[in-house]
């Protein structure tokens, strides 16, 4: 038998706001880094009496990821109490949406492998984070400093068939999430969670088979890796005559394993109602109009931007996408090379080249390299339009550009690396070259060709890599042949 997995995501992102959903404690992006339980007040620490104030700017953000996610904001929302009992809860329940959301019916659009789809969604809506556990060999302590930050959970349609496509649609709502100012995007900090759920039906088949859901997972490996294994496990298990059965799992991402979390008979009752210390949440069109006037360009309208005005290859446009600041940088030395003649697949080469490793070196990020994008641009001018500099020396100084922000043409003439182009000094320089080579010279004449490179690497280093190239190898093939034809 044939099966297809149904795959369906539940994403949870915090957002980026200034104070927490329900208090005005401050959000910090890392809070693992603070003294533990300094960011709290009566209100996140749950004491007798506090009454949570919902927060404007993250009902913004959760409208701004609503329209650009297509979804439909609902004019009016309820706020929900899920109760569960946890020791990182302070409350008992979590302030969550349940029956009325505060938006429906989405969709985001997905390339993977050459293909497009389009994942259905199904509801977006606002929550709080829990506190988080630190187990110790001396026992488990609580830190509150997380509890009560904001959190927008996106749920998807079961509309995803395999885990390369689970991971694709994880990785685009990522990339969204970042271009709109709402979410880091920092997976190891945990900015972003996933939950998958899970099924297998056999191929064609209109129903839906019994699923199960896989919790935390932190990462697009450990997303994918796990909904991989979850489908193989239900495979065998329908295989071998046995059924599958609701449970909650669990995955270890080292030891690469899904572990049972829960089974159907423990499955929790959240006992969901309206909180009846906040009223309805009212959203007025107005409000979503002018929050619509301000969404950015998106990723893949970007990316499909850049190939078809630029054309550049469509995987340098997906590298340089993602991080926006990185994507406004390229496309600034873009406007400026093209202002001078240099192709900007040249400068996306460059890019993905020589700048990712040399941000790779250091930790500021493209915000706090000293090279601007005008002058990223005057350096690929010398090199592609100009002739003046070789690719060796342009990646040289573009390296002395990072460490001290000089302009290019400044490192040029301090460091002498303008190209040799006069050809009487490169011919005086072969002619040396071959003659203080007599074996090279008598092996190349015996037929050993390739050791044209070998002539070619003298010749770069007498001129201290200044030479170009291609020249160096011209005039080195007709000062070997003329020897050839001294000789016979
Ligand atoms: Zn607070």
């Known amino acids: 038998m044939e099966y297809e997995a149904v795959i369906g995501l539940e994403v949870h992102a915090q957002v980026h706001t200034r104070s927490k959903m329900f208090c005005a404690c401050p959000v910090v992006p890392d809070t693992g880094n ?47 109490r899920k109760s569960y009992f946890y020791p990182d809860l302070p409350k008992g329940y979590q302030i969550t949406q349940y029956a009325h959301p505060l938006a429906r019916n989405g969709y985001l659009e997905v390339d993977v492998s050459q293909r497009f789809c389009r994942i259905g969604i199904t509801r977006i809506h606002l929550e709080e984070d829990t506190g988080k556990l630190y187990h110790g060999n001396d026992g488990t302590r609580v830190d509150f400093n997380r509890a009560g930050v904001p959190l927008l959970e996106i749920v998807s349609e079961p509309d995803m068939r395999s885990p390369d496509e689970a991971r694709a649609y994880a990785m685009a709502l990522r990339d969204v999430l970042v271009y709109l100012g709402l979410n880091t ?24 088979g019994t699923r199960t859901e896989i919790k935390n997972l932190n990462s697009f490996r450990a997303l ?186 400044r490192v040029v003439e301090r460091l002498g690396l303008s190209q040799i182009s006069d050809p009487a000094l490169l011919e005086a320089v072969a002619t040396r070259v071959i003659r203080d080579s007599p074996t090279q010279v008598a092996q190349y004449l015996d037929g050993k060709e390739p050791l044209i490179g070998w002539f070619v690497g003298q010749i770069m280093r007498e001129t201290r890599g200044k030479a170009e190239p291609g020249q160096a190898q011209e005039i080195a093939r007709v000062f070997l042949e003329r020897e050839r034809s001294n000789r016979f």
């Open 185 to 208: 995007g920092d997976m190891e900090k945990g900015m972003i969670r996933f939950e998958a759920n899970v099924s297998i039906r056999p191929q064609g088949s209109g129903t839906l």
């Open 224 to 409: 994918s890796r796990a909904v991989d294994a979850e489908i193989a496990r239900q495979i065998a298990i329908l295989n071998s005559g046995g059924q599958v059965t609701l449970k909650t799992l669990g995955w270890d991402a080292a030891g690469e394993q899904l572990f049972v979390q829960r089974n159907k008979e423990q499955a929790h009752d959240y006992r969901y109602f309206p909180d009846p210390d906040i009223p309805p949440l009212a959203v007025t069109p107005e409000w979503v109009a002018s929050i619509a006037a301000s969404l950015p360009e998106l990723p893949r309208a970007r990316k499909a931007r850049w190939v078809a005005h630029y054309g550049l290859r469509e995987e340098d446009a997906a590298l340089l996408v993602p991080d926006r600041a990185l994507a406004g940088y390229f496309e600034a030395a873009v406007k400026h090379g093209l202002g001078c003649g240099v192709a900007p697949q040249d400068v996306a080469n460059w890019m993905t080249g020589e700048v990712f490793r040399l941000l790779k070196a250091r930790t500021s990020g493209i915000t706090g390299a000293r090279v601007s994008p005008e002058r990223l641009a005057a350096l690929l001018r010398l090199l592609y339009v100009e002739d003046a500099i070789n690719v060796a020396s342009a990646k040289k100084i573009l390296e002395v550009m990072f460490e001290t922000g000089e302009s290019p043409e």
């Open 34 to 80: 603070l003294p533990p339980n300094t960011y709290v007040c009566p209100v996140c620490l749950a004491l007798p009496g506090a009454l949570p104030v919902v927060n404007r700017q993250a009902v913004a953000l959760g409208i701004r990821a609503a329209l650009a996610l297509h979804c439909a904001v609902q004019p009016l929302s309820v706020f929900a």
